[in-house]
């Protein structure tokens, strides 16, 4: 008789944005002549950039003839130019050095965030921030590992800090926030990556919207911090910095100094379990999306993509002026695509979701789907469009006004 994973039994029936998809659905059935303005999902608006287009186009046209035709790709790592790319964009914009073998494309950094935990035991003890992105905990309860929480709250600006009274093997982190946009500065990385190093634990680093990132003080990666190449793995997308939310593509770093002891005491390198696990599980990212994602990191690329970066910024502005307006407690939108909100008049955050659905008919995301110190709170997201943002806003100001 066959057996399954009953650790899928110990889970939430629905993934958040499934609940929030059945809830407009009803909505909009009962109420088709009432359009919604989204502002829940973090899904792009603006296109993709011309430059990243025609080279998409030129890849693609390069398999259609003999002599430039490819199949599967030789390592399914990533192609050379577009790994050199990214090393190149490391250098230059945060002083990072790596090597081309360091960097693994992939299809998103969602499918690394959930994947990578095939590498571990399952006896590891799994250390989040409450609130956190949902795949580092749907992930690892599929598993079966013991997870425990770090709080990121009001009082700590929703920028969880080690406790090392707490041990941990491996530590999930994302910064810019998702949900909250909370950003760690050099000096909270640092003690996270001391943390770590202390535990012997190895730190996932979700960077996948330090394209945002404004303030130059600011890390826009756990490698500028001393030591982290030896207990952080790197993890980031081009889905918001550059808008392939449908194209999917990101890459995940793990660096040659990352080691840890196996049973019998023997040294083991992360990159080469990681290596065996994706040569049995994942084939490559297909060779045109490769050639536009290198297009991202040109000068041209560059420029254009940043053109967007800076549309969805205004957006943020918009929504962060309003909230302080109304006298709106938030965190984000400076530094990051989200906003996240204290839900007025004490309301619950599936409360706050169904008074805006229902007065104003704009979706955002309540808190409480991202962990429980979410209770209370709301994400937006500054991803629509600017018309789109600015009616949500006037619309919002007019209901808490009235």
């Known amino acids: 008789m066959v057996k399954i994973n009953e650790n899928f039994l110990t889970m939430k029936k629905n993934y958040l944005f499934i609940d929030i998809a059945k809830k407009i659905a009803a909505y909009r059935e009962e109420n088709p002549d009432k359009p919604l303005i989204r502002m829940g999902i973090g899904d792009v608006t603006q296109p993709l950039a011309p430059v990243v287009v025609e080279a998409i186009k030129k890849g693609a046209d390069e398999l259609g003839v ?9 390592s399914g790592t990533g192609y050379d130019f577009l790994k050199q790319a990214i090393a190149d964009y490391y250098l230059k914009n945060s002083g990072v050095t790596l090597s081309l073998d360091e960097i693994r494309v992939n299809d998103g950094a969602k499918a690394d965030c959930g994947n990578i935990v095939d590498i571990f035991g399952d006896d590891n003890i799994v250390l989040i921030t409450d609130p956190a992105y949902p795949v ?48 760690y500065t050099k000096d909270q990385l640092k003690q996270w990556v001391d943390y770590a190093l202390e535990q012997g634990s190895v730190i996932i680093f979700d960077s996948a919207y330090e394209a945002f990132i404004t303030d130059p003080d600011l890390p826009r990666t756990a490698y500028c911090v001393e030591g982290a190449k030896r207990c952080v793995i790197e ?32 040294d083991v390198s992360l990159a080469q379990l990681w290596g ?31 053109e967007a970066i800076a549309y969805y ?17 938030f965190t984000g939108g400076i530094n990051s695509p989200y906003i996240w909100l204290k ?15 229902r007065e ?43």
């Open 276 to 306: 065996r696990r994706q040569g049995s599980k994942f084939n490559g990212v297909s060779y045109p999306i490769q050639c536009g994602a290198a297009a991202v990191f040109t000068e041209e690329g560059q420029k254009q993509t940043h």
């Open 343 to 357: 839900c007025p008049n004490g309301m619950g955050s599936w409360e706050f979701f169904d008074y805006l659905l």
């Open 360 to 402: 104003i008919q704009v979706v955002g995301t309540p808190g409480e789907g991202f962990g429980k110190n979410g209770a209370g709170w709301f994400r937006l997201t500054a991803f629509g469009t600017y018309e789109n943002t600015l009616e949500a806003m006037r619309r919002l100001k007019e209901l808490i006004n009235k």
């Open 136 to 183: 580092y905990v749907d992930s690892n309860t599929m598993s079966g590992r013991k997870i425990i929480y770090a709080d990121s709250n009001e009082e700590n600006g929703f920028a969880a800090m080690p406790d090392r009274n707490v041990k941990a093997d491996i530590i999930y982190l994302c910064s810019p926030n998702n949900p909250t946009g909370s950003v």
């Open 235 to 266: 993890m980031c997308s081009l889905s918001k910095t550059a808008g392939f939310t449908g194209t999917r593509c990101g890459y995940t770093i793990i660096p040659k100094e990352l080691t840890v002891k196996a049973s019998d005491g023997s």
């Open 66 to 74: 003999k002599e430039t035709f490819k199949g599967y790709e030789d």
């Open 313 to 329: 910024q205004r957006n943020a502005r918009v929504m962060a002026d309003t909230l302080t307006e109304l006298g709106i407690k």
